[in-house]
């Protein structure tokens, strides 16, 4: 299905232009309007008349997470706080808070985003959206919101929480497409067993997952436990919020929203553009937001794009799940480890739960990876042998797929703390910072 079918399916060369004069557009706005980039611009000696090309926007400096927060709150607006008309912001567990404006236009635009997105799954005026995404500044809430209401669905804006309210209401609504983060999703499907609900009874069409790194064995357990297929979004609150790409039913990429977004991998500690295909560090930018452009933000994390068309038929390019951030990346005896490859290696293991934390140490002077595991319940047996043979597998399978060797610890069921929201997967204990 096609929300857009005209804007989606554009010819490489369409979309390009499309792009080129939206880029010089942007560049030209930010320039005259915001200060910020202004006086870097200025800096740098680059002026909106040095963009002739796509390839030009590499002339242009970066715009990071730290200088979003030095003009903290309004300094990146390219309006006046009355033409302003909602606010985002995101959690600021490590800083200040990143500040995201919208004009009445930059919402009525992250709603066509969206809509276009639900609609790759299938989501009509018919369905039932349960959106377990937390309302409020979070962007996952009301972006989904805005997008399932543009549709003409019918939107349950439950937010996170209240388990077994949640799993009840589902029921009785009949709720068709529902909103969660995996880890929350999987919360849920715990909960309803407990209740004695089979998940697969309700009348749940599809799943939309986001807001947390995944992996497909994830997925996998996600569309076992509801029984019907999952599909992923990918959004930051910099950049609006969710919808920057979506997962179609061919569930082999997400689309970038390439009429809004202009997307580039760089190396990113050369800062330098990859070649095409290549993984590296995910660089954005709004070639059409009125209230906050943002130009060239590192996202910090790593994917790579497909400018194949797609078996759904649309041309704009694909992002693959992303593989890890280059800030969750923990180095361990000078090896990258992402989380997400520790649960990529735990979940081909059926004996246990993808219930998982990594704890990094640093008891002498090298460096200790604990991995801490539940046992499905089924399983939690008091014979040392095989619970032995268990945590051996998994450290093999870890061992497999991250390169080195981990100290697991099979802890009971439900022992380690569950999520609402994002799952708090790595505990550094090694203050290196
Ligand atoms: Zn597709």
């Not at 979309?15 to 910020?36: G, R, S």
């Not at 995910?282 to 933000?297: A, Q």
């Not at 002498?364 to 319940?377: F, M, S």
Request: hydrophobic share 35%.
């Amino acid at each position: 299905m096609f929300w857009d079918k005209k804007i989606e399916c554009m010819e490489r060369e369409e979309i390009k232009e499309l792009q080129l004069v939206k880029l010089q557009n942007t560049v030209k706005y930010a320039f005259d309007k915001i200060p910020y980039y202004h006086k870097k611009y200025s800096e740098y000696e680059v002026f909106p008349e040095d963009i002739q090309s796509l390839e030009d926007i590499e002339k242009l400096p970066f715009t990071t997470k730290d200088d979003l927060r030095q003009v903290y709150p309004f300094g990146m607006f390219a309006v006046s706080t009355d033409e302003i008309i909602e606010i985002h912001s995101s959690s600021g567990t490590t800083g200040k808070p990143v500040i995201s404006g919208y004009t009445k236009k930059d919402i009525d635009n992250w709603s066509e985003i969206l809509a276009r997105g639900l609609t790759e799954w299938g989501v009509s005026s018919n369905d039932i959206v349960q959106n377990t995404n937390g309302y409020g500044l979070f962007t996952g809430g009301l972006g989904i919101h805005y997008g399932a209401q543009k549709i003409g669905a019918t939107v349950v804006p439950i937010s996170t929480g209240q388990t077994r309210r949640q799993i009840e209401l589902m029921n009785d609504f009949e709720s068709t497409c529902l909103i969660v983060t995996p880890s929350y999703g999987l919360y849920m499907g715990e909960v309803a067993k407990e209740e004695g609900f089979n998940l697969k009874d309700f009348g749940l069409n599809v799943i939309g997952f986001g807001s947390e790194a995944w992996t497909e064995e994830m997925r996998k357990r996600l569309e076992e436990t509801f029984g019907v297929p999952a599909y992923n979004i990918y959004g930051l609150t910099e950049m609006m919020g969710p919808g920057v790409g979506v997962e179609c039913s061919k569930q082999n990429g997400l689309h970038i929203a390439e009429d809004y977004y202009y997307p580039e991998i760089i190396d990113s500690s050369s800062g330098k553009h990859l070649p095409e295909g290549t993984h590296g560090e995910l660089v954005l930018t709004n070639i059409e937001r009125e209230g906050m452009p943002v130009i060239r933000f590192r996202t910090k994390d790593i994917t790579a794009l497909d400018y194949n068309p797609c078996d759904c038929g649309r041309t704009f390019c694909r992002m693959e799940r992303i593989t890890g951030r280059t800030d969750d990346m923990i180095k361990v005896k000078g090896v990258a480890v992402f989380p997400s490859q520790i649960e990529k290696a735990l979940l081909k293991i059926s004996e246990i739960e993808p219930h998982y934390q990594v704890i990094v140490s640093r008891p002498g002077n090298l460096d200790e990876i604990e991995v801490k595991v539940e046992t499905a319940p089924e399983l939690f047996s008091d014979d040392v042998r095989e619970l032995m043979n268990i945590r051996n597998k998994i450290a093999d399978h870890i061992k497999n797929e991250v390169g080195i060797k981990v100290k697991v610890t099979l802890v009971e069921p439900k022992t380690i703390p569950r999520s609402t929201a994002k799952a708090v997967r790595v505990i550094d204990k090694r203050n290196l910072h």
